[in-house]
């Protein structure tokens, strides 16, 4: 071996293991440096919004329910910097703070910490190397690290094959109901967060039947609570340009579901002033189904951990190709 395939550098006189390990060395994740980026606004548990909501659901009468993601979610916030390119990168973070602590393997893989930005970014490389996203890679560069280029939901996607955590994507391409609305969707994620969410197909296959169909098992969590904990991380939330996460819904009766989500670039102070008043937190994060209709099409993307998946589709597997359905 003359130079490193990598960088190019020059190994002529090393042996074969000291070569071995230079060229193997750029296809780790270096999790001892620090991001580039202003680290995430203060993140604050949703153990927090728990507390506020409960002020604000006391006087709510059935059929009215929420239902939240788990509580020790640390949803964290772009700063002043870098709000206008890292929403994907927060929103994976919080994503990863949902699984480190349900996770050993992960834990220990992360040495118990989120990663940072940079981490993300060398995660992203490191998954392309390894061949996954031939397509997304050519369009970027093949290059993220210590830029300013924003990532999509395919690119967390590929962060999270590195990083060994499974995933799927669920592609809502064109609108399922009338006047542009998305029924599909929260439909979705009212039986993700019930626990009654069907197997899904992952070879790009359409999943509309499967949600359409009535609910064949009964939900997992106490449908008698108005507000009720699930122990799922959040939903990542994609639309054209931006992304959030999905940290529950709101069901209010049969013509009315609530989406509840987090933003991460609102800034970080303006969820913890509504942490006083219960009701200016609900406005803040509830996305009503009627402005779904405001885009076309939304992707979600779904993390779990090996040891609580939430369907039985959850499988592992190393694939180079996107574990993905589509609907309709």
């Not at 893989?109 to 050519?138: F, M, Y």
């Not at 405001?294 to 979600?300: F, G, M, R, S, V």
């Amino acid at each position: 071996m003359h130079s490193c395939p990598i960088c190019q550098t020059d190994l002529v006189g090393r042996s074969l293991e000291s070569a071995t390990r230079h060229v193997e060395s750029h296809w780790t994740i270096d999790l001892t440096q620090d991001s580039t980026p202003a680290p995430a606004q203060p993140a604050r548990t949703l153990s927090h919004i728990y507390d506020a909501l409960s002020v604000q659901v006391a006087g709510m009468l059935p059929p009215q329910r929420i239902w939240l993601c788990a509580p020790h979610v640390e949803c964290t916030s772009s700063t002043r910097r870098d709000r206008h390119w890292t929403c994907g990168y927060r929103n994976t973070q919080t994503l990863l703070s949902a699984l480190i602590p349900q996770d050993p393997q992960l834990a220990a893989r992360l040495q118990r910490c989120v990663p940072t930005i940079r981490q993300l970014q060398q995660a992203l490389e490191l998954a392309w190397r390894q061949g996954h996203d031939p397509v997304g890679a050519s369009q970027l560069g093949h290059r993220v690290v210590n830029t300013q280029k924003w990532i999509g939901p395919t690119e967390v996607y590929c962060i999270l094959q590195a990083l060994q955590v499974n995933a799927q994507l669920i592609d809502f391409h064109r609108p399922t109901g009338s006047q542009g609305s998305h029924p599909a969707l929260v439909r979705f994620v009212e039986r993700y967060y019930t626990g009654q969410l069907p197997i899904l197909p992952h070879h790009g296959e359409s999943a509309l039947a499967l949600l359409n169909s009535p609910c064949l098992t009964t939900p997992l969590h106490d449908t008698t609570l108005p507000i009720q904990w699930t122990n799922l991380p959040p939903l990542y939330w994609q639309h054209a340009g931006h992304s959030r996460v999905i940290i529950g819904v709101e069901y209010v009766n049969t013509a009315a579901t609530h989406l509840l989500v987090y933003d991460p670039e609102v800034p970080i102070e303006r969820y913890h002033q509504s942490l006083t008043a219960a009701d200016a937190l609900l406005a803040l994060v509830r996305v009503p189904i009627a402005q779904l209709a405001a885009h076309q099409q939304y992707q979600l993307l779904m993390v779990w951990s090996d040891a609580d998946p939430p369907s039985p589709s959850a499988v592992s597997g190393d694939l180079r190709g996107f574990r993905l359905c589509r609907v309709p």
